[in-house]
């Protein structure tokens, strides 16, 4: 999936699930929803470690440690990115490092029309949940 799509995803998640309470973490757990792509900038080969579940676990632990409610909304967020990549012919190592294989529904390619169609979904996901 693309960056707006996985952005779009955990806006509509994050306001789905923010409260009064919360609201000041959203824009931390927002993060959540891109942090898998971080791959990129550090150095390690995209879809490996950062987009399976150990790193999922170990960035939602590590924030639930600081503030219960950040890891949680951080960790559905995260798990939306893992979700939402699943469903491209890349599919996700959910199991890596111990199996490199890629799980998931691997019905369409990331960018296409598919993607396309689901950022505008959730974008009016968005817009309705905001009314």
Do not use: C
Not at 21 to 41: H, K, T
Not at 82 to 95: E, H, Q
């Amino acid at each position: 999936m693309l960056k707006r799509t996985h952005l779009a995803m955990g806006i509509a998640t994050t306001i789905t699930l923010v409260t009064k309470d919360n609201m000041l973490i959203a824009p931390i757990a927002l993060v959540g929803s891109i942090a898998p792509d971080w791959d990129i900038y550090l150095g390690i080969k995209h879809r490996t470690l950062t987009h399976s579940l150990l790193a999922l676990g170990i960035s939602s632990y590590f924030l639930y440690t600081f503030n219960e409610q950040l890891g949680i909304l951080w960790g559905v967020n995260y798990f939306t990115h893992l979700f939402l990549d699943s469903l491209t012919k890349a599919g996700v190592p959910f199991l890596y490092p111990l199996k490199k294989k890629h799980y998931g529904f691997k019905l369409f390619k990331t960018g296409g029309a598919e993607d396309f169609f689901i950022g505008l979904l959730l974008i009016y996901i968005i817009f309705s949940l905001v009314k």
